[in-house]
């Protein structure tokens, strides 16, 4: 079958046109015999603008440990040198409890939240395009397979007329080489 109109008919059951375009672009590398798998993540990558691929570091980096213990080392100095300065100087930059430290932190959590919801978008919209190419993907397989089974059952139903053909040929020799021997025993 080299016409996707064939193939929707025949293996999906509708005609062409009734078909998702995600389905009609499977018939047609189906019919044309062409693959259909593709580097899906290359792809998305190469479209990233630079504020993207920046979204992506930040939320690397704010979602690992190495940002936790340099975060909780930050902290740790803070509160450290408040306290030295306190015990040393008996005067103090940020007092409890930590008004300047909080605004910082209020900050960054401003900062830092869209910028991994960016990246979250980014990865869903990444994980949309990898579950479509693998629907693609699964449907070519599914559509070849319906393909090799109508070819075995083809070449498997041609085997048995032939079989059915030499049987019937060897049923006649059978039969006259009987009538052949009665006549010579009579």
């Known amino acids: 079958m080299k016409n996707p109109e064939d193939i929707a008919k025949n293996f999906l059951g509708v005609p062409y046109e009734s078909l998702d375009e995600l389905t009609q672009k499977v018939a047609?590398?189906?019919?044309?015999?062409?693959?259909?798998?593709r580097n899906t993540a290359k792809e998305f990558e190469a479209q990233?603008?630079?504020?993207?691929?920046?979204?992506?570091?930040?939320?690397?980096?704010g979602g690992s440990w190495t940002f936790i213990a340099i975060f909780a080392a930050i902290l740790l100095v803070w509160i450290g040198l408040n306290s030295f300065i306190l015990v040393k100087h008996?005067?103090?930059?940020?007092?409890?409890?930590?008004?300047?430290l909080n605004l910082f932190l209020s900050m960054l959590a401003a900062i830092q939240a869209p910028i991994?919801?960016?990246?979250?978008?980014r990865q869903a919209e990444k994980d949309r395009i990898h579950a479509e190419h693998d629907y693609e993907v699964n449907l070519k397989a599914e559509l070849e397979i319906m393909m090799l089974h109508e070819k075995v059952d083809?070449?498997?139903?041609?085997?048995?007329?032939?079989?059915l053909a030499i049987e019937?040929?060897?049923?006649?020799?059978?039969?006259d080489l009987s009538i052949e021997k009665k006549i010579a025993t009579v």
Not at 168 to 175: D, R, T
């Open 48 to 61: 990233a603008t630079l504020g993207q691929r920046a979204a992506d570091a930040v939320a690397t980096f």
């Open 28 to 37: 047609r590398h189906v019919a044309g015999r062409k693959h259909i798998a």
């Open 154 to 163: 083809s070449l498997r139903e041609k085997q048995w007329s032939e079989l």
């Open 168 to 175: 019937q040929e060897q049923l006649k020799l059978l039969g």
């Open 116 to 121: 991994i919801l960016m990246s979250q978008n």
């Open 90 to 100: 008996d005067n103090i930059f940020d007092p409890y409890p930590y008004i300047l």
